[in-house]
């Protein structure tokens, strides 16, 4: 009996040992799953059952002492979170918890406190015991603890998503309970409360997402037409994933999967507000910038106003529909659009008014629309011209020649023109615009024929005058001397034979110098785009007759430029002196000025690191060209954001020689000046203060210029909650703590080559630097770019603290200043 008493006892004893290890590994790696008497507490995890996903406590930053339960990747290297539960109510200890509580809630509690600081507030019941399980999705779904249905579940994560989009969740309105599934962006990426961008489905008309910023709206998707989003024509059929959109009396929402398992995808709201599509790069551990939703400028929604439509192969981009004007001619000619346009003949509801076709169009904004999703295009046309309210109907379904309809009772706004993916719609006119549209059509036979006999006879005649004209023609017989010219006579820089245009020529190209072609007004004059009879755009830089100062700059433009040759130089077609003008004709660039891009936070995300890097050594290359392997040695003296024009590949090319200082190779490269020229923020202390310049001067502008394109910010309008100094102050700041990576753009974070960005901080202080002579000329600064030698430490660079130059014996007054969408700009300061 006692022999049996011992072996019991010792069987018990083992079984409780064994129960106690169960409990304990239990308690410690809780599996993929959390049972209702459990808690998971921070240190803890669970992962996914295939291992693709992880869950628990995480603090955004090594620096910071908030604690939050998030659900990122299990196996990337650097933690990238796709889910936080409680964003908006970090815990501040280690203390935390989650757990079910009443086998229907998930709650977050502070341990210390006792307090709960987040709950999933579910509101359905189980019958029996819950549980909480990490999809291998990604989703975490609280169900019975028998019962996987997913119709089971009483609360699920992807119905809560945050700043991220996975494959397999629903992106929009659930009909039956109101649910809205919306995308809202960090506040900052070290911060996951929630930011100011939200992107939502609006259901008032027919259904879109709109990305909102506080009240007001940025950018618009435009309506599903059956296999895209009309606003959206990148949004293709790929090999990553494919997309659906449902559109049921229960539910409207878009989602995709992944073609490939082995693939890893997601979108995501940036904390600037831009819609992004990565991939992970196993290779290179890391993400790879995919597509992003807003492609452009035009993307901003109704940036032209009622009836306009914005191309943004054109420039301006704005431009009023056929049979519109602008509204306020004159805003538009200053750029300003917000006024759109007008009709030129108004409706009345009379016989005759009709409808005309416009394509390759997104759909203009649809809230207040009506819409039929079994109709066909012609009762669409039907009941649209029954209804004297209706301005515009289209197919609500491109696919297999069009179904369904959409109706608009008002404006339309938010259009713009696609080259490819665009869509039809029919917009109500008069009866008299329609009558002169079909007249139109009807002499377009006859103009294929007689136009390109014209055209031809028309070509061969202006060839025959030009090349008579190239032959005489000499430089310093076209330019008139101005008597403030600084060069000396023309003859002593060497001959030379410019290409001359024809001002009929011009005309023709410019739509005789029509306002909706001009893309820029400066102290010279104003700026046109043109197309030439070859279809080759130019840019016109045409000079004001009463201005003084552009003279001098058309002079000592041509003088500078027509001798250069460089690939990251703009190129100078030729220029036109006839009937009193005074006119430059350069290549036109599609992609317009850096500054463009680069401080616009929608438009940032286009240049990614390996680009930026690109543009600092394409510009570093052409400021060593100017400065020692041209012709004439060439200062610059008015480098900036805004005089770096990029190329449809975004090559950049230096342009705006109108300030510039050209040397013979005996001279030597220094100066001084009693009238400073060029824009604060970019000027040398020497030569802002006292007039000296130099090639130094331009290394310093280029220094300034690299921490604007690794920053995206201006450096005098530069903002710091911690401090009152410009960018360079900033950057000197971060260098002295050791903090420089701190310094980029936050769109360039997941491109970025760290090492490649911190030696390319760490040239561009040394070209900031109070003396010139510390300052590397630019052959060293394009070995430093590109190699891998050593650099020295850096000194305290010079306006760091953008100290008042009123202050200081000399003092300056802005006169005039204009940016250009085409990059062509004029900045002249006055000095004593």
């Known amino acids: 009996m006692g022999k049996f008493f011992m072996e019991c006892s010792s069987s018990g004893y083992l079984f409780l040992l064994l129960a106690c290890a169960v409990l304990v590994c239990s308690e410690a790696s809780p599996s993929d799953s959390i049972m209702g008497d459990q808690s998971l507490k921070d240190g803890q995890t669970i992962v996914s059952s295939r291992g693709t996903f992880e869950l628990g406590f995480f603090s955004p930053s090594k620096s910071s002492l908030r604690r939050y339960v998030g659900i990122w990747y299990k196996n990337i290297p650097n933690i990238t979170v796709v889910w936080v539960a409680n964003r908006d109510f970090p815990l501040y200890n280690t203390t935390g918890s989650l757990k079910i509580v009443d086998q229907r809630t998930l709650v977050i509690v502070d341990s210390d406190s006792n307090q709960t600081v987040w709950s999933s507030n579910s509101t359905g019941t189980i019958a029996g015991n819950a549980v909480a399980q990490l999809l291998d999705s990604g989703n975490l779904v609280l169900r019975p603890e028998n019962d996987t249905d997913p119709m089971s579940y009483i609360w699920q994560s992807f119905d809560y998503p945050g700043d991220t989009l996975l494959p397999g969740m629903k992106y929009g309105i659930d009909l039956v309970t109101g649910l809205n599934r919306e995308l809202t962006s960090w506040r900052s990426p070290e911060d996951p409360s929630r930011g100011e961008y939200s992107n939502r489905m609006d259901r008032r008309g027919v259904p879109e997402f709109y990305l909102w910023k506080g009240s007001n709206i940025q950018f618009r998707s435009g309506p599903w037409n059956g296999m895209r989003f009309s606003g959206m024509p990148n949004l293709k059929p790929n090999p990553i994933y494919n997309f659906r959109f449902v559109f049921s009396d229960k539910e409207v929402y878009y989602t995709f999967n992944l073609t490939d398992s082995s693939v890893i995808s997601r979108m995501v709201m940036s904390s600037d507000g831009v819609l992004q599509r990565f991939i992970y790069i196993s290779r290179t551990k890391g993400w790879n910038l995919y597509l992003t939703a807003q492609m452009d400028n035009c993307e901003r929604y109704n940036l032209c106003g009622a009836y306009g439509s914005c191309d943004i192969n054109n420039s301006p981009a704005c431009g009023c529909l056929k049979a519109f004007e602008p509204r306020f001619p004159d805003y538009w000619a200053t750029s300003d659009w917000s006024g759109g346009c007008v009709r030129k003949k108004i409706l009345n509801c009379t016989e005759g008014e009709g409808f005309l076709k416009y394509s390759g169009m997104k759909l203009p904004d649809t809230r207040g629309s009506w819409y039929n999703q079994t109709m ?429 130059l009123s202050d200081t014996e000399y003092s300056t007054t802005k006169k005039e200043i204009s940016t250009t969408h085409n990059g062509m700009t004029m900045t002249v300061l006055d000095g004593r």
């Open 376 to 804: 066909s295009l012609e009762e669409c046309s039907r009941v649209c011209r029954d209804n004297c309210s209706c301005t515009a109907y289209a197919s609500m379904d491109i696919r297999d020649g069009g179904s369904g309809c959409i109706l608009w009772f008002g404006d339309l706004i938010d259009l713009r023109n696609y080259n490819e993916n665009g869509q039809d719609i029919y917009i109500r006119l008069a009866a008299s615009e329609i009558e002169s549209s079909k007249s139109s059509k009807g002499k377009t036979r006859t103009k294929l024929i007689v136009i390109p006999v014209v055209a031809a006879a028309s070509g061969f005649l202006l060839f025959v005058v030009l090349k008579c004209r190239r032959k005489r023609s000499k430089i310093e017989a076209i330019i008139p001397q101005s008597p403030e010219q600084d060069n000396s006579d023309v003859s002593e820089k060497g001959e030379l034979e410019l290409p001359l245009f024809d001002f009929a020529t011009i005309i023709m190209a410019t739509g005789n110098f029509s306002p909706g072609n001009k893309i820029g007004q400066g102290g010279f004059g104003s700026v046109y785009k043109g197309t030439l009879s070859d279809g080759q755009a130019i840019a016109v830089k045409r000079l004001s007759k009463r201005s003084r100062q552009g003279l001098d700059e058309f002079r000592n433009e041509v003088l500078c430029i027509s001798m250069l040759q460089h690939r990251n130089l703009v190129k100078l077609l030729g220029c036109c002196i006839q009937e009193g003008e005074r006119m430059l004709i350069y290549e036109f660039m599609p992609n317009k000025s850096l500054d463009f891009i680069i401080f616009d936070q929608r438009l940032a995300a286009i240049l990614d690191w390996s680009k930026r890097f690109q543009i600092i050594n394409g510009i570093a290359r052409g400021l060593l060209y100017l400065h020692q392997d041209s012709t004439l040695r060439i200062i610059h003296r008015d480098l900036k954001a805004s005089n770096i024009l990029l190329d449809q590949d975004m090559n950049p090319k230096i342009s705006d020689f109108g300030m510039a200082r050209s040397f013979t190779g005996e001279e030597s490269t220094e100066g001084k000046t009693n009238r400073v020229v060029g824009t604060y923020g970019y000027m040398s202390p020497e030569y802002a203060i006292d007039g000296q310049f130099s090639v130094k001067s331009d290394v310093f502008s280029f220094g300034v210029l690299v921490l604007e394109i690794v920053s995206g910010k201006k450096n005098r309008r530069f903002r710091h909650p911690d401090h009152k100094l410009n960018l360079l102050g900033h950057a000197w700041w971060l260098y002295k703590e050791m903090k420089l990576q701190e310094l980029m753009d936050e769109s360039i974070r997941e491109s970025c080559n760290r090492v490649e960005l911190l030696r390319t901080v760490l040239v561009a202080l040394l070209c900031v630097q109070q003396s010139p002579e510390d300052r590397p000329n630019m052959s060293k600064v394009v070995l430093m770019l590109s190699s891998d030698i050593s650099l020295p430490q850096p000194k305290e660079p010079g306006f760091f603290n953008e100290r008042d």
